[in-house]
């Protein structure tokens, strides 16, 4: 169980889109890839927070 506007890391084979990520209620913070995993910071969206808050335009991602 995750509690609301809990963080979430994941690791996967294949990035995991900010569509993706909005369909499950969450929002794509982070995500970057080593070697040939792909690790994202995703974050449980909170009553009343907006599902791709602007603070988050201005942090870095890693090119795919």
């Avoid at 963080?7 to 909005?22: G, H, K, N, Q, S």
């Avoid at 080593?34 to 201005?58: I, R, S």
Wanted: net charge negative.
């Amino acid at each position: 169980l995750l509690g609301e506007g809990g963080w979430i890391y994941l690791e996967a084979d294949r990035p995991f889109d900010e569509v993706a990520c909005t369909a499950l209620g969450l929002t794509l913070y982070r995500h970057g890839r080593a070697g040939m995993v792909h690790y994202h910071l995703l974050k449980l969206h909170t009553a009343g927070e907006p599902a791709c808050p602007d603070d988050t335009k201005h942090l870095p991602r890693t090119p795919s």
